[in-house]
């Protein structure tokens, strides 16, 4: 008599591979979100609409919902109004902004047309309290908030590389010195000794990248220096050193590229963090001083007119969760494809 699988186990059975695939799959998008935000970042000058930094009519521009369309008026002596409405009419133009009608002379008006106003602009995100496009700054900023991201952790892996490789290769002695050391620094409050250091120097974009990447190494040290310690037990690593090669040849040749790997996922990761940190930075004071935008200090300049104006802090806030999200993503599928006991 031939056993048939029951009706639940053929559902089980199906279920079990979407089951698997769904994290795989999800892990996967994270390449593809940070390969946009990178090509986003890159492009800004080119998608971003308007400057970022340029304030037309802050007085008028303030404060504008998502998807507000205003006139632009250009006057002579080089003067720029925004407006809410603008008619022609036989003297000249008529302009409704905050919330008054106003006249000008044909003769003003440098953007005049037959048939009215020729530009408008469309403030998808909104504006700030300055007037200024919401999308355009959140596109340059996210090439600040970005460079200072992987800048950072580009530095703070050669400093934990350099570290970690004399740690784990050299006299037990030096291990010893280096080793306490990095406890020292991690012991030390991380919060505390990012603000000691902006506030000792002066803030700029540029410190923040040094500051980050100082207290940002210690971790990768010890990871390479725990790679190296367990790699030097393997036979390939006995059998080079039987052969009588330098130990610096060993340590370039075989140590470090075989260590690299868990480094490489941990930097990834690293990333995100950083981001975050500066994001916080930015937000206290400390980080991108304006009007340099940065998603963080996009984030700070709503924080007074949360319940008012939403969008301001709103749209940087998630993308900076979508960045966070999309290294964290990355970084756990490039220890899959890395590790090959994930295959």
Not at 119 to 148: C, E
Not at 149 to 163: C, E, I, K, R
Not at 283 to 303: C, E, H, K, M, Y
Request: glycine content about 8%; hydrophobic content about 55%; charged content about 20%.
């Amino acid at each position: 008599m031939l056993d048939l699988p029951a009706a639940g186990d053929a559902v089980l059975e199906d279920a079990l591979p979407r089951r698997a695939f769904a994290p795989r799959a999800l892990r996967s998008a994270g390449g593809f979100l940070v390969a946009a935000l990178g090509v986003v970042a890159l492009a800004a000058p080119l998608i971003a609409p308007y400057s970022p930094t340029r304030q037309l009519d802050p007085a008028a521009g303030r404060y504008r919902p998502p998807g507000t369309v205003l006139a632009v008026v250009e006057l002579d002596g080089e003067r720029t109004l925004l407006a809410d409405r603008v008619r022609r009419i036989a003297e000249g133009l008529e302009v409704e902004r905050l919330g008054r009608r106003e006249l000008y002379p044909a003769s003003r008006v440098t953007n005049l047309t037959p048939e009215g106003l020729a530009p408008r602009r469309l403030f998808l995100l909104g504006t700030d309290s300055f007037g200024r496009d919401l999308l355009s700054r959140m596109l340059y900023g996210a090439r600040i908030s970005l460079g200072i991201g992987v800048l950072s952790v580009a530095l703070a892996l050669g400093m934990g590389l350099l570290v970690g490789s004399l740690a784990g290769a050299g006299p037990r002695l030096l291990d010893a010195v280096l080793m306490r050391g990095v406890d020292a620094l991690l012991a030390f409050p991380w919060l505390f000794l990012v603000l000691a250091l902006t506030a000792i120097f002066r803030p700029s974009t540029t410190l923040v990248v040094l500051v980050l990447a100082a207290t940002s190494w210690m971790p990768i040290s010890r990871l390479v220096r725990a790679e190296i310690l367990s790699l030097e037990r393997r036979e390939f690593i006995v059998a080079a050193r039987g052969l009588g090669l330098h130990p610096a040849r060993v340590l370039f040749r075989h140590l470090l590229p075989n260590a690299l790997n868990p480094v490489l996922v941990q930097a990834t990761l690293a990333v995100g963090n950083v981001i975050l940190a500066e994001s916080a930075l930015s937000f206290l004071g400390f980080g991108v001083q304006p009007p340099t935008p940065s998603w963080g200090n996009i984030v700070a300049d709503g924080r007074d007119v949360l319940l008012t104006a939403w969008w301001i802090s709103t749209f940087p806030g998630l993308a900076i969760v979508l960045a966070v999200l999309a290294f964290n993503l990355f970084g756990d599928r490039l220890r899959d494809l890395l590790d090959p006991r994930t295959r």
